[in-house]
Protein backbone atom coordinates (compact mmCIF):
# COMPACT_ATOMS: atom_id res chain seq x y z
CA UNK A 1 0.00 0.00 0.00
CA UNK A 2 2.84 1.81 0.44
CA UNK A 3 2.97 2.36 -3.35
CA UNK A 4 -0.42 3.42 -3.64
CA UNK A 5 0.10 6.52 -1.33
CA UNK A 6 2.40 8.11 -3.82
CA UNK A 7 -0.32 8.38 -6.30
CA UNK A 8 -3.41 9.13 -3.57
CA UNK A 9 -1.80 11.87 -1.46
CA UNK A 10 -0.73 13.81 -5.03
CA UNK A 11 -3.50 12.89 -6.44
CA UNK A 12 -6.47 14.31 -3.63
CA UNK A 13 -4.10 17.44 -3.12
CA UNK A 14 -4.45 17.85 -6.82
CA UNK A 15 -8.46 17.32 -6.92
CA UNK A 16 -8.14 20.26 -3.36
CA UNK A 17 -6.27 22.17 -5.63
CA UNK A 18 -8.21 21.99 -9.03
CA UNK A 19 -11.70 22.43 -6.62
CA UNK A 20 -10.16 25.44 -5.22
CA UNK A 21 -8.57 26.15 -8.40
CA UNK A 22 -11.95 25.75 -10.84
CA UNK A 23 -13.57 27.91 -7.96
CA UNK A 24 -11.34 30.78 -8.18
CA UNK A 25 -10.28 29.96 -11.45
CA UNK A 26 -13.56 32.12 -12.72
CA UNK A 27 -13.03 34.86 -10.21
CA UNK A 28 -9.30 34.96 -11.49
CA UNK A 29 -10.83 35.18 -15.37
CA UNK A 30 -13.17 38.04 -14.25
CA UNK A 31 -10.18 39.92 -12.22
CA UNK A 32 -7.96 39.57 -15.51
CA UNK A 33 -10.60 40.48 -17.66
CA UNK A 34 -11.48 43.32 -14.84
CA UNK A 35 -8.00 44.33 -15.10
CA UNK A 36 -7.76 44.32 -18.86
CA UNK A 37 -10.96 46.40 -18.62
CA UNK A 38 -9.32 48.90 -16.10
CA UNK A 39 -5.60 48.94 -18.65
CA UNK A 40 -7.59 49.21 -21.65
CA UNK A 41 -9.47 52.17 -19.88
CA UNK A 42 -6.58 53.69 -18.42
CA UNK A 43 -4.04 52.86 -21.78
CA UNK A 44 -7.59 54.63 -23.50
CA UNK A 45 -7.61 57.42 -20.96
CA UNK A 46 -3.80 57.98 -21.17
CA UNK A 47 -4.31 58.30 -24.82
CA UNK A 48 -7.02 60.65 -24.71
CA UNK A 49 -5.09 62.56 -22.30
CA UNK A 50 -2.37 62.69 -24.01
CA UNK A 51 -4.31 63.67 -27.01
CA UNK A 52 -5.97 66.45 -24.88
CA UNK A 53 -2.45 67.44 -23.41
CA UNK A 54 -1.17 67.55 -27.02
CA UNK A 55 -4.34 69.54 -28.52
CA UNK A 56 -3.63 71.97 -25.53
CA UNK A 57 -0.34 72.13 -26.65
CA UNK A 58 -1.10 72.91 -30.11
CA UNK A 59 -3.69 75.50 -28.84
CA UNK A 60 -1.08 77.30 -26.82
CA UNK A 61 1.47 76.92 -29.62
CA UNK A 62 -1.03 78.49 -31.37
CA UNK A 63 -1.75 81.15 -29.15
CA UNK A 64 1.71 82.02 -28.46
CA UNK A 65 2.65 81.62 -32.32
CA UNK A 66 -0.70 84.04 -32.84
CA UNK A 67 0.89 86.25 -29.90
CA UNK A 68 4.28 85.97 -31.03
CA UNK A 69 2.65 87.14 -34.83
CA UNK A 70 0.98 90.17 -33.12
CA UNK A 71 4.02 91.41 -31.33
CA UNK A 72 6.18 91.10 -34.40
CA UNK A 73 3.26 92.68 -36.45
CA UNK A 74 2.77 95.55 -33.60
CA UNK A 75 6.73 95.62 -33.39
CA UNK A 76 6.94 95.61 -37.35
CA UNK A 77 4.13 98.08 -37.60
CA UNK A 78 5.75 100.34 -34.91
CA UNK A 79 9.34 99.95 -36.72
CA UNK A 80 7.62 101.25 -39.69
CA UNK A 81 5.87 104.44 -38.50
CA UNK A 82 9.32 104.99 -36.67
CA UNK A 83 10.75 105.19 -40.22
CA UNK A 84 8.15 106.70 -41.21
CA UNK A 85 8.17 110.01 -39.10
CA UNK A 86 11.76 109.89 -39.49
CA UNK A 87 11.55 109.88 -43.50
CA UNK A 88 9.01 112.89 -42.76
CA UNK A 89 11.06 114.74 -40.26
CA UNK A 90 14.42 114.22 -42.88
CA UNK A 91 12.24 115.23 -45.36
CA UNK A 92 10.91 118.36 -43.77
CA UNK A 93 14.30 119.04 -42.59
CA UNK A 94 15.44 118.72 -46.57
CA UNK A 95 13.13 121.11 -47.42
CA UNK A 96 13.43 123.31 -44.84
CA UNK A 97 17.34 123.67 -45.67
CA UNK A 98 16.41 123.94 -49.25
CA UNK A 99 14.51 126.74 -48.86
CA UNK A 100 16.83 128.19 -46.41
CA UNK A 101 19.61 127.56 -48.90
CA UNK A 102 17.40 129.44 -51.84
CA UNK A 103 17.25 132.40 -49.85
CA UNK A 104 20.78 132.47 -48.94
CA UNK A 105 21.56 131.84 -52.52
CA UNK A 106 18.84 134.47 -52.91
CA UNK A 107 20.72 136.73 -50.97
CA UNK A 108 24.44 135.91 -51.68
CA UNK A 109 23.10 136.88 -55.62
CA UNK A 110 21.36 140.14 -54.08
CA UNK A 111 24.50 140.83 -52.34
CA UNK A 112 26.58 140.17 -55.02
CA UNK A 113 24.28 142.61 -57.55
CA UNK A 114 24.85 144.95 -54.92
CA UNK A 115 28.82 144.97 -54.19
CA UNK A 116 28.65 144.98 -58.27
CA UNK A 117 26.91 147.94 -58.05
CA UNK A 118 29.06 149.38 -55.17
CA UNK A 119 32.10 148.17 -57.23
CA UNK A 120 30.89 150.39 -60.76
CA UNK A 121 29.88 153.05 -58.50
CA UNK A 122 33.59 153.31 -56.70
CA UNK A 123 35.33 152.76 -59.91
CA UNK A 124 33.09 155.78 -61.72
CA UNK A 125 33.78 157.76 -58.55
CA UNK A 126 37.89 157.10 -58.09
CA UNK A 127 37.35 157.41 -61.82
CA UNK A 128 35.86 161.36 -61.11
CA UNK A 129 38.41 162.11 -58.53
CA UNK A 130 41.60 161.07 -61.03
CA UNK A 131 39.46 163.27 -63.58
CA UNK A 132 39.17 166.28 -60.44
CA UNK A 133 42.97 165.31 -59.72
CA UNK A 134 44.06 165.60 -63.45
CA UNK A 135 42.08 168.86 -63.86
CA UNK A 136 43.40 169.75 -60.86
CA UNK A 137 46.94 169.24 -62.12
CA UNK A 138 46.52 170.67 -65.64
CA UNK A 139 45.02 174.07 -63.76
CA UNK A 140 47.89 174.03 -61.72
CA UNK A 141 50.54 173.28 -64.99
CA UNK A 142 48.27 175.75 -66.57
CA UNK A 143 48.76 178.50 -63.59
CA UNK A 144 52.64 178.20 -63.27
CA UNK A 145 52.92 178.11 -67.10
CA UNK A 146 50.88 181.73 -66.80
CA UNK A 147 52.93 182.74 -63.83
CA UNK A 148 56.40 181.64 -65.87
CA UNK A 149 54.73 183.28 -69.06
CA UNK A 150 54.00 186.70 -66.55
CA UNK A 151 57.62 186.91 -65.57
CA UNK A 152 59.37 185.94 -69.14
CA UNK A 153 56.87 188.87 -70.47
CA UNK A 154 57.65 191.36 -67.32
CA UNK A 155 61.37 190.05 -67.55
CA UNK A 156 61.24 191.00 -71.34
CA UNK A 157 59.08 194.40 -70.63
CA UNK A 158 62.19 195.04 -68.44
CA UNK A 159 64.97 194.47 -70.27
CA UNK A 160 63.39 196.50 -73.22
CA UNK A 161 62.77 199.28 -71.21
CA UNK A 162 65.98 198.90 -69.51
CA UNK A 163 67.52 198.83 -73.25
CA UNK A 164 65.11 201.69 -73.93
CA UNK A 165 66.36 205.29 -74.49
CA UNK A 166 63.85 206.15 -73.32
CA UNK A 167 64.59 205.42 -69.94
CA UNK A 168 67.97 206.48 -69.75
CA UNK A 169 69.03 209.82 -68.66
CA UNK A 170 70.22 211.93 -71.57
CA UNK A 171 73.66 212.44 -71.90
CA UNK A 172 74.62 216.19 -71.05
CA UNK A 173 77.99 216.80 -72.47
CA UNK A 174 80.08 218.59 -69.82
CA UNK A 175 81.69 221.92 -70.24
CA UNK A 176 84.94 221.14 -71.66
CA UNK A 177 86.92 222.56 -69.44
CA UNK A 178 88.79 225.82 -70.25
CA UNK A 179 92.09 225.42 -70.63
Do not use: C
Not at 84 to 98: G, P
Amino acid sequence: MKKWMYLIFPGAMLGVFLVFYMSHAKELHEKEARIKMETAKKQADEVARKKAAEAKAREDAAKRQAERDAEEKAKQAEKEAKQLADDNRVKAQTEEYLAKGKAAAKEVSDKEAELERVRKEKDKTSREAFDIAKQVELARVARRNAELEIQRMTEMIHRRASDSSLVRPPVIASPVPAK
